[in-house]
Nanobody, 113 residues
Framework: QVQVVESGGGLVQAGGSLRLSCTASGGIFSIMCWYRQTPGKQRELVAAISSRDSTNYADSVKGRFTISRGNGKYTIHLQMSRLKAEDTDIYYC?????????WGQGTQVTVSS
């Protein structure tokens, strides 16, 4: 059974930092991703990391966010720095497996200006 569990998030002032973590289990994942979504809007890809540690970022977060692997093979982190009010969103971890995409429960990030 595939499980995706996120942690981190919370409330931070603009210019501050937060770190999100995600652990996936129950499969072999060649890529893991972070998305974010405002209710009523389309989910947006924030960052992705492959099994070979190649990374990809949305233009809006380049230079501010860093995706990396943790101690576990399927544990990833999203270090978010120089946060802006427009980074406020629900952040979701995604672990695609075959034709399916598995999602975490989401974690709220709120940046106060």
């Amino acid at each position: 059974q595939v499980q995706v569990v996120e942690s981190g998030g919370g409330l931070v002032q603009a210019g501050g930092s937060l770190r999100l973590s995600c652990t996936a289990s129950g499969g072999i994942f060649s890529i893991m991703c972070w998305y974010r979504q405002t209710p009523g809007k389309q989910r947006e890809l924030v960052a992705a990391i492959s099994s070979r540690d190649s990374t990809n970022y949305a233009d809006s977060v380049k230079g501010r966010f860093t995706i990396s692997r943790g101690n576990g093979k399927y544990t990833i982190h999203l270090q978010m720095s120089r946060l802006k009010a427009e980074d406020t969103d629900i952040y979701y971890c995604s672990a695609p497996l075959g034709s399916r995409e598995y999602w975490g429960q989401g974690t709220q990030v709120t940046v106060s200006s």
